[in-house]
């Protein structure tokens, strides 16, 4: 095996070489093997499976380490000199958010300058085992004994075979190597990360860091004994280091969200955890307790011989160790022997028992011994400090949520915010669905007011950034966003001018092939029926008059009849009413273009936002054509028109399509949608649907179309459970809770915040947002994580719909008019 690379360490450290390869020489000689569990959501979980499935990498590396003991007798005594040496290692360090390597990263770190994400890791060093004169016959042995009379220390060739050995079982269990900067990371944890060269100063229950001498100088100045007169001195942070003492459980179900220890300490502050111990087989801890057991079961027979009183203490404790047996009699798995838990809090924990109410785990500060604490927590340590051993079952480490990261969405594109509980950076890639060959459609699920519009124009902008094209469909009377578009330099039509919307929806304009064009116009305008009822009598000679005036170089379909008309290729009686129309309905006049001289809309490479302005939408109900206005009519083919126009200008160029007040498009439009749906993928096209109601694709059959979603919060519960069962989520009472819940708790004077209601949160006096709203993104991957949707302000200003923000946009312009 050739050498690997090595590096020479910082000084304030335990390590004394890093191999490229994972492996860590210690400053004693001892040397490391240090692997990477992977990261997933374990308390956001979609389902207990899922949330077991996150358990499994570590509980299968245990059972492949243990294996690798020599089990003499099945006693502990005579085993243990072979148990596997290990520390579990989880580090959690807070930096501002960088999106380096991200496309749009200049953006979006202007755009959140202050945002603080969580950086985190969780490694699993593994202590090797020297074998003299491995890899190379008895001349590399005698080498390796001759530098180790000479040197005092091992030759690395020594540890091959148990590395290869050790290498091979971890990655079985589906660990990784760790890159560099995450084992510097790990070295360095106690200092953000940054160097491990720090000094430090002890007092008797936290312990003071200091990353420069100039924060040294002024510590030292304000008077070293007594930090509480200090002044806020930059590069320095304290920690509090604690001992696990026990637990507030003595037998709890892997399944339980009580057995997760370990994520309610991160969530409480904790910086880092450590776990050091040998592990220990099945067998030789079933051994033990039977021997165990027996000594009790002999003392109270003893006791009973002798009339003596029983003893009441004995009887609980064998009790449980007859309990304990029971579980390793049926198999059982490894024992973590002599176990030591350290834990590490960010500042000074003043009351221990409050540092970690949402834990399981009851604590207490090493005093006196932080700078221990340190020194043992830190990787290839060979200090031991704590004085709390314990013997644990490995499922109570693999079960703790040590390896939890809630983490959510694709690896770039918009960002939507950052996960609630771990604020990991949530992004939507444009083109992940179809590069991945998944379903295409993306559902957003909101309640009037819950903030969906607002989602819907912080991703156009950031999609149109990427590189592509976005429509923005907006049918809702009234409803202007032109102030964001035009802001970020996009482009508006609005349907409720004849000029302005001339043909914007034409098919002759935006089909690519003018024989698709014509079989569309046709479709479309005999469904609307401008004739009063004989479309089928002019069907056959609408299709001869709009191909005849395509042959002769027509581009939208007023133009092709009255080029046939002309040319006596179509009569009066079937061209007026069509031009009656169309000089009357803004929206009919979108589907049929009159004037040839208009430029048609082009979708460019920004934000193309298409609303009605003031013109209303009047929707047939389902299943009333027959009764149908011409209105009716005309507005029902111009949502389809508007889907598949859309689709069309798109397609090929990586770009989406938002269709807000979807239930529009799903009602009128669904055969479109439908369509879109099928071909999407292929297409390069990523359809958007913003909708209040989830029932509504549901009925539409979209479900097998949708791959990704967010729900927000919904006011109806029926239609929040109808929202978790499109994305195959548990309607719990607690997330049907969130995703009803009312901002406010009281009444009157005496309301406050509901923190656990999803939608966003302000002081109840100020007004100041407290918190943004918050809503479940299932991603590509099957995850469903709660993200709290974070927006920038300048994007707010020019986006917000709220009345006095709409005021102050409005003097501004009268300003900048004067």
Request: proline fraction near 5%; include cysteine; glycine fraction near 8%.
């Amino acid at each position: 095996m050739p050498p690997a690379n090595t590096t020479a360490p910082s000084v304030s450290t335990m390590v004394r070489t890093k191999l490229s390869d994972g492996r860590l020489l210690g400053i004693g000689g001892d040397m490391w093997i240090v692997r990477k569990l992977p990261l997933e959501p374990v308390a956001d979980a979609k389902s207990v499976e899922e949330r077991m499935n996150v358990y499994m990498p570590l509980m299968a590396a245990y059972e492949e380490l243990a294996a690798m003991a020599t089990t003499t007798g099945n006693r502990r005594s005579m085993s243990r000199s072979s148990y596997r040496q290990h520390q579990l290692l989880l580090v959690n360090v807070a930096k501002l958010y960088n999106p380096s390597g991200h496309k749009i990263a200049g953006f979006l770190k202007e755009s959140f300058p202050t945002q603080v994400t969580e950086k985190r890791i969780a490694l699993l060093a593994v202590r090797l085992v020297a074998k003299v004169g491995s890899n190379g016959g008895w001349q590399k042995a005698l080498d390796s004994v001759v530098e180790t009379l000479v040197s005092g220390g091992t030759p690395l060739s020594d540890f091959d075979d148990d590395y290869r050995k050790v290498d091979a079982a971890l990655a079985r269990s589906g660990l990784s190597t760790p890159t560099a900067q995450e084992l510097s990371m790990a070295n360095s944890w106690w200092n953000q990360g940054e160097f491990p060269d720090t000094v430090d100063l002890p007092h008797s229950d936290h312990l003071h860091i200091f990353a420069d001498t100039k924060a040294v100088r002024m510590a030292n100045d304000a008077g070293r004994e007594d930090c509480t007169k200090w002044p806020r001195i930059p590069k320095h942070r304290s920690l509090t280091f604690a001992t696990l003492e026990d637990f507030n459980f003595e037998f709890e179900s892997s399944e339980s969200t009580a057995a997760h220890w370990a994520t309610g300490l991160v969530e409480d502050g904790a910086v880092a955890i450590s776990i050091r111990g040998s592990i220990e087989p099945a067998k030789v801890t079933r051994a033990e307790l039977r021997r165990q057991r027996k000594r009790y079961m002999d003392d109270i027979n003893e006791r009973h011989k002798n009339n003596k009183m029983e003893d009441a203490r004995q009887e609980e404790m064998l009790a449980t160790l007859e309990a304990v047996e029971n579980v390793y009699a049926n198999g059982g798995s490894p024992t973590l022997v002599d176990a030591s838990v350290l834990v590490a809090f960010d500042g000074e924990i003043e009351d221990i028992t409050q540092a970690g109410p949402r834990s399981a785990a009851n604590l207490r500060i090493m005093n006196f011994r932080q700078r221990q604490a340190l020194a043992e927590m830190m990787l290839c340590s060979g200090v031991r400090a704590n004085p709390n051993l314990h013997d644990l079952p490995i499922q109570t480490v693999a079960c703790s949520g040590i390896q939890s990261l809630s983490t959510v969405g694709d690896k770039d594109g918009a960002l939507l915010g950052f996960t609630e509980r771990d604020s990991q950076p949530a992004y939507e890639s444009p083109t992940a669905a179809s590069s991945g060959d998944a379903a295409p459609i993306f559902v957003n699920l909101g309640a009037t007011g819950s903030g969906k519009t607002m989602v819907l124009l912080w991703k156009a902008i950031q999609f149109a950034k990427l590189g592509g094209p976005q429509v923005i469909i907006d049918p809702k009377t009234g409803s202007d966003h032109s102030p964001t578009v035009l802001g970020h330099g996009g482009q508006v039509a609005s349907l409720d001018d004849l000029k302005e919307a001339d043909g914007i929806f034409d098919p002759l304009r935006f089909s690519h092939n003018p024989t698709v064009g014509v079989e569309l116009a046709v479709s479309m305008l005999a469904s609307i029926d401008p004739w009063g009822g004989k479309a089928r009598e002019f069907e056959v000679h609408l299709y001869t008059a709009l191909s005849y005036g395509v042959s002769k170089g027509a581009t939208c379909v007023g133009q092709a009849l009255l080029i046939a008309k002309e040319d006596g290729k179509a009569t009066p009686a079937l061209v007026d009413p069509i031009f009656d129309l169309a000089n009357t309905s803004p929206l009919f006049r979108a589907c049929v273009g009159v004037d040839p001289h208009t430029k048609a809309l082009s979708i460019n490479e920004g934000i193309t936002l298409i609303k009605v302005g003031n013109t209303h939408l009047d929707l047939p109900e389902p299943g009333a054509m027959a009764s149908a206005s011409v209105m009716q009519k005309v507005s029902l083919a111009l949502v389809r028109m508007m889907v598949f126009g859309s689709a069309m200008a798109l397609t090929g160029r990586g770009g989406a399509i938002h269709l807000d007040e979807a239930w529009v498009f799903l009602g009128a439009g669904k055969a479109e949608v439908e369509r879109l749906g099928r071909l999407a993928r292929s297409q390069q096209v990523l359809p958007e649907l913003y909708t209040q109601r989830a029932s509504d694709p549901l009925k539409a059959g979209l479900a097998g179309y949708i791959s990704r979603g967010l729900i927000l919060p919904i006011e109806d519960k029926d239609e929040a459970r109808a929202a978790l069962e499109l994305f195959k989520l548990q309607a719990t009472d607690e997330r049907l809770n969130r995703i009803t819940g009312k901002a406010m708790l009281g009444e009157g004077g005496t309301v406050a915040p509901n923190w656990s209601s999803m939608r966003a949160l302000r002081d109840p006096v100020s007004k100041k947002v407290l918190r943004g709203t918050v809503g479940y993104y299932s991603d590509l991957a099957g995850r469903c994580v709660p993200v709290q949707i974070v927006l920038p302000p300048a994007f707010l200003k020019l986006a917000s719909t709220n009345a006095d923000d709409l005021n102050e946009r409005k003097q501004e312009l009268l300003l900048a008019a004067v």
